[in-house]
């Protein structure tokens, strides 16, 4: 499956997620152990704003995190046009853990999302139910990708999933998250 198809499989996905969570939840704990729920979103705000930026081959601009909620949505957006953009997946792009093709990335931004999409609907109590393809296709790039970024911080050590786990499950416990 073509990493753009799979950032549009995972949009609407995490908007539902996005969507459910109530302003009384944003400060409960996540199991992203360094994150509460409004932790996650600014993450991913934060990451949105600057990775569309590399996308387009410009400067960032400051992401606005005032209201996390409600600019989740077109913040995201707007970072997949950016990689919807002809010549976005060809740019190099200065990634967190140094330069990588803008192909390459995209399967990061995708692997984050999917992991932090469950991140949130743990932490709310909402259902998540990533087709199997899209977890399937991010799983198989996580067991080639995170070794190499396994710091405890991007992502901890491997926890052992229980027999009974999902797709999803073994892809969360894979990078570090205990079910």
């Given at each position: 499956?073509?990493?753009?198809?799979?950032?549009?499989?995972?949009?609407?996905?995490?908007?539902?997620?996005?969507?459910?969570?109530?302003?009384?939840?944003?400060?409960?704990?996540?199991?992203?152990?360094?994150?509460?729920?409004?932790?996650?979103?600014?993450?991913?705000?934060?990451?949105?704003?600057?990775?569309?930026?590399?996308?387009?081959?410009?400067?960032?601009?400051?992401?606005?995190?005032?209201?996390?909620?409600?600019g989740?949505?077109?913040?995201?957006?707007?970072?997949?046009?950016?990689?919807?953009?002809?010549?976005?997946?060809?740019?190099?792009?200065?990634?967190?853990?140094?330069?990588?093709?803008?192909?390459?990335?995209?399967?990061?931004?995708?692997?984050?999302?999917?992991?932090?999409?469950?991140?949130?609907a743990?932490?709310?109590?909402?259902?998540?139910?990533?087709?199997?393809?899209?977890?399937?296709?991010?799983?198989?790039?996580?067991?080639?990708?995170?070794?190499?970024?396994?710091?405890?911080?991007?992502?901890?050590?491997?926890?052992?999933?229980?027999?009974?786990?999902?797709?999803?499950?073994?892809l969360?416990?894979?990078?570090?998250?205990?079910?």
């Amino acid at each position: 499956m073509d990493v753009l198809d799979q950032l549009d499989l995972l949009g609407p996905l995490l908007g539902v997620v996005v969507g459910g969570i109530r302003a009384d939840q944003l400060d409960n704990p996540t199991p992203c152990a360094k994150f509460t729920v409004r932790g996650v979103l600014e993450h991913m705000v934060g990451g949105a704003v600057a990775f569309t930026a590399a996308f387009q081959g410009v400067e960032p601009d400051q992401p606005d995190t005032t209201d996390v909620l409600a600019g989740f949505g077109p913040t995201l957006n707007k970072l997949a046009e950016a990689m919807h953009s002809p010549g976005a997946l060809d740019r190099s792009i200065q990634a967190p853990f140094g330069e990588v093709p803008g192909s390459t990335f995209a399967r990061f931004v995708v692997l984050d999302g999917l992991v932090h999409g469950w991140d949130l609907a743990t932490a709310t109590g909402q259902s998540y139910e990533p087709p199997a393809a899209l977890v399937a296709e991010v799983d198989a790039y996580a067991r080639q990708a995170v070794e190499t970024l396994r710091d405890g911080d991007t992502f901890a050590a491997a926890v052992a999933p229980p027999a009974s786990a999902t797709p999803i499950q073994r892809l969360v416990a894979f990078t570090g998250r205990g079910l």
